[in-house]
């Protein structure tokens, strides 16, 4: 099945600086990639997402970059703010065949003032 | 969050017990998943149900059982054979197929004293 890394497992920045998460994957078929955010004691939710068809996508200071060839797709948060802080999840999905994401362990960023 | 409704936020329970967690949605969603969330092991699937009457184990389903008698309910229960039950559990709806967001519960955590 497909095995979703991602790294590092802890991130600290200061506010205003950007956060890179990287994560691979190992189904090439492999076609959706989520990313979600967590906070403290809630379930987490999507903050952005993209597709095999697509090598980039971007929402205001978020963006996430795609290369299938590599198999790998990365996490793009600029100028950090505190309430950035939380846990980030990246996922992967081959929706042709399988029904349910496989996530990465996470990655804890803080973001500090 | 948003139209699926988790219960309980937390429970304590004796070692040898039976426990079942609701999770209710009002999203109309067909399909519905649990997670398991660990400190550093991300979110590892348990059971997953595409449609009503049907459900398929994820990868940790041993020491759990689900049904899916509603579409709008998903309840799991954590029998006396899971040997580490202790852990953050989440509920997630989503479309058929797995190809678009999942949404979160806000999560249960069980405590085995």
């Known amino acids: 099945g497909e095995n979703v890394e991602q790294h590092p497992s802890t991130l600290s920045v200061q506010e205003g600086d950007s956060a890179v998460i990287k994560c691979t994957y190992s189904?090439?078929?492999?076609?959706?990639f989520p990313w979600y955010k967590q906070e403290l004691g809630k379930g987490p939710q999507l903050i952005i997402d993209?597709?095999?068809?697509?090598g980039e996508k971007k929402d205001q200071r978020i963006a996430v970059t795609l290369n299938k060839t590599a198999k790998h797709f990365s996490l793009h948060i600029t100028e950090t703010q505190p309430e950035d802080s939380a846990v980030y999840f990246c996922?992967?999905?081959?929706?042709?065949?399988?029904?349910?994401?496989?996530f990465g362990k996470g990655t804890s960023l803080l973001v500090t003032p | 969050d948003g139209g699926i409704t988790q219960s309980p936020k937390y429970l304590f329970r004796k070692e040898g017990q039976n426990v079942t967690l609701s999770c209710e949605q009002n999203?109309?969603?067909?399909?519905m998943y649990w997670y398991r969330q660990d400190p550093g092991q991300g979110l590892r699937l348990i059971y997953y149900?595409?449609?009503?009457?049907?459900?398929q184990k994820g990868d940790i389903a041993e020491g759990y059982s689900v049904s899916r008698e509603k579409k709008e309910s998903f309840p799991l229960t954590v029998t006396s054979a899971q040997k580490n039950p202790t852990a953050f559990y989440l509920c997630?709806?989503?479309?058929?197929?797995?190809?678009?967001?999942?949404?979160f519960g806000e999560g249960s955590r069980l405590t085995v004293l």
């Open positions: 997630a709806t989503g479309g058929t197929g797995g190809t678009g967001e999942l949404f």
């Open positions: 189904d090439s078929a492999s076609n959706y």
């Open positions: 999203l109309n969603h067909d399909a």
């Open positions: 996922a992967a999905l081959n929706s042709n065949s399988g029904y349910a994401l496989n």
């Open positions: 149900s595409q449609i009503v009457n049907d459900f």
């Open positions: 993209i597709r095999s068809n697509v």
